[in-house]
T-cell receptor
Framework: GAGVSQSPSNKVTEKGKDVELRCDPI?????LYWYRQSLGQGLEFLIY????????KSGLPSDRFSAERTGGSVSTLTIQRTQQEDSAVYLC?????????????FGEGSWLTVV | RKEVEQDPGPFNVPEGATVAFNCTYS??????FFWYRQDCRKEPKLLMS???SGNEDGRFTAQLNRASQYISLLIRDSKLSDSATYLC??????????FGSGTRLQVQP
């Protein structure tokens, strides 16, 4: 597609359940990023991929969060045993490569509500 | 000290006004700087890059002051459609972009 595609766009889940969020980056973009934004807050970096490897996982808030990327394209962010504080919009972005000066392009986000 | 600090606002200005936002950063290794715009419940989108010599794009002017470690965004002749949150963003070249928490602008008729 022309832009970054994320699914689901909205997800309501019960506390304790696992969720998977998917990101399909812009074709040809080697770098892929996950951010989280809670209501009224700034963007919190979670993880980024260069190809299929994740050089920086430092932003993942706990071991309940994991992410993978296969084939240098689609990425999945998994949250296990969801908690109410996980409620946020999860934004995926991609760029042609990492490195200074590269613009990143965001998807519309996956809005997660944990009840 | 936070990596990036922005005045959260809101800045309430009348149409036609000139408004300026500053953003300070603490990492002196920062190499690239940007302003992103985020509309309510939408994803952030690139507004403009910030170059060392300063740069202008229509009604928008961005400046960088490396010595004092801040960037600024000036909006002239504000329009209703400029109402949004403006995020300052920087890149140290070592990891993903770092975003400020944003400054909210509300342009009123």
């Amino acid at each position: 597609g022309a832009g970054v595609s994320q699914s689901p766009s909205n997800k309501v889940t019960e506390k304790g359940k696992d969720v998977e969020l998917r990101c399909d980056p812009i074709s040809g973009h080697t770098a892929l990023y996950w951010y989280r934004q809670s209501l009224g807050q700034g963007l919190e970096f979670l993880i980024y991929f260069q190809g299929n490897s994740a050089p920086d996982k430092s932003g993942l808030p706990s071991d309940r969060f994991s992410a993978e990327r296969t084939g240098g394209s689609v990425s999945t962010l998994t949250i296990q045993r969801t908690q109410q504080e996980d409620s946020a919009v999860y934004l995926c972005a991609s760029s042609p490569m990492t490195g200074s000066g590269n613009t990143i392009y965001f998807g519309e986000g996956s809005w997660l509500t944990v009840v | 000290r936070k990596e990036v600090e922005q005045d959260p606002g809101p800045f309430n200005v009348p149409e036609g006004a000139t408004v300026a936002f500053n953003c300070t950063y603490s990492n002196s290794a920062s190499q690239s700087f940007f302003w992103y715009r985020q509309d309510c419940r939408k994803e952030p989108k690139l507004l403009m890059s910030v170059y060392s010599s300063g740069n202008e794009d229509g009604r928008f002017t961005a400046q960088l002051n490396r010595a004092s470690q801040y960037i600024s965004l000036l909006i002239r002749d504000s329009k209703l459609s400029d109402s949004a949150t403006y995020l300052c963003v920087f890149d140290t070249g070592r990891r993903a972009l770092t975003f400020g928490s944003g400054t909210r602008l509300q342009v009123q008729p």
